[in-house]
């Protein structure tokens, strides 16, 4: 590292500390390391607005909050400490609830419903597309649950990972199928899962 | 937010100036402030840039306007260290000047809240340095009544920022 890249990242930290003081960040985001590879945390200052998986590509889905959100958007890594540590914790089955602070600000309608609804199944357990649309008082929406869930802005936040195919297979998921099993066996098996990693 | 231009276009998260422009600011400020200025002088750069981000035109050269920002930021330090040494109150600027606004970046929120065509203007001119006839062509209207807009958009500024 020169001297001029230590500046250039202590002029970067009084620059995000000072757009915070005067409300300048609309977006705050930082990456977080975890056995599902790295995720991206992106947060409001209302809560946490996208959660993104390495294979959505970072940056990608950057430039989309830009366009549909704010292109006010700054790495702002400790802002968001305290959600990344919980994310952590759950992950690393050291915690049950991920009760974060969140912004569903860019869901509207009845696929904001059902990814309201998805605190309802609680920890290590699952409900069907079909019993989340019974949920959701929409029985035969059944296709509309499964794009809300494919949807979900805020995956773990909010656990699609819990609604599964009426015949018990696993469904589609933002992550990738294998971490879709992989965040069912965790749940299912608690802590000793979470030591393997997944790749 | 964006409000004005017909043609679809989408500005980069700020992240990226700052880690594509970084540099290049810096060495404007090191040239252009005392070394004790240049952090003061490079953040209020990108404070103002990130302020003024959403409203930019699609077209506009980053590196050019954010090069010219750097360079009033530096002289705006020049004029206030300036002020410092001489009498402050006989040299208060009778509007509020490119330059004076930036004493207290707390301007920034009272720019957002102008009204939009105002708030377009001041920032266009302000800070991108744009001329009035080109101003006028990213937000329409005719030119005096982006100068009207420039003018009560300023009035309203001095009122919250000198007393």
């Not at chain 2, 006028?136 to 001095?158: F, M, P, Q, T």
């Amino acid at each position: 590292m020169t001297a001029e890249t230590d500046d250039l990242a202590r002029l970067h930290d009084r620059l995000v500390a000072r757009a915070g003081e005067v409300g300048l960040i609309d977006l705050a985001y930082r990456a977080v390391d975890s056995p599902l590879g790295a995720l991206l945390l992106v947060a409001t200052e209302q809560g946490a607005v996208r959660l993104a998986f390495e294979e959505e590509g970072h940056d990608a889905v950057l430039a989309d909050l830009a366009e549909r959100v704010s292109p006010r958007i700054l790495r702002a890594p400790r802002r968001l400490d305290e959600t990344a540590r919980r994310i952590e914790d759950y992950l690393g089955g050291r915690s049950r609830s991920l009760d974060v602070p969140i912004d569903l600000r860019l869901l509207a309608g009845y696929r904001r419903e059902v990814v309201e609804a998805l605190p309802r199944i609680a920890y290590g357990h699952t409900a069907t597309y079909t019993e989340m649309a019974g949920m959701t008082g929409r029985p035969r929406a059944v296709r509309a649950v499964g794009s809300a869930c494919a949807n979900n802005p805020v995956p773990l936040l909010l656990p699609c990972h819990r609604v599964v195919r009426s015949d018990g297979s696993a469904g589609g998921y933002r992550g990738g199928l294998q971490a879709k099993r992989w965040l069912l066996g965790l749940e299912a098996a608690g802590a000793p899962a979470a030591r393997e990693r997944l790749d | 937010m964006p409000s004005s231009e017909e043609t679809p276009r989408s500005l980069p998260p700020f992240e990226q100036v700052v880690e594509e422009h970084g540099r290049r600011v810096l060495a404007v400020c090191r040239a252009r402030v005392a070394s004790a200025d240049v952090d003061d002088a490079w953040s209020e750069t990108f404070l103002a840039a990130l302020s003024a981000w959403p409203d930019l035109p699609g077209d506009l050269d980053v590196t050019a306007w954010l090069v010219t920002v750097a360079k009033r930021k530096c002289t705006d330090i020049h004029r206030s260290r300036a002020r410092r040494r001489t009498d402050p109150v006989a040299d208060l600027p009778e509007v509020v000047a490119p330059g004076a606004e930036t004493d207290d970046e707390g301007v920034w929120r009272h720019v957002a809240a102008l009204p939009d065509k105002q708030r377009q203007v001041i920032t266009y001119r302000y800070l991108g340095g744009l001329p009035y006839a080109r101003i006028v062509d990213l937000v329409g209207g005719s030119e005096a009544a982006a100068r009207r807009a420039a003018s009560d958009g300023l009035r309203s500024l001095r009122d919250k920022e000198i007393r």
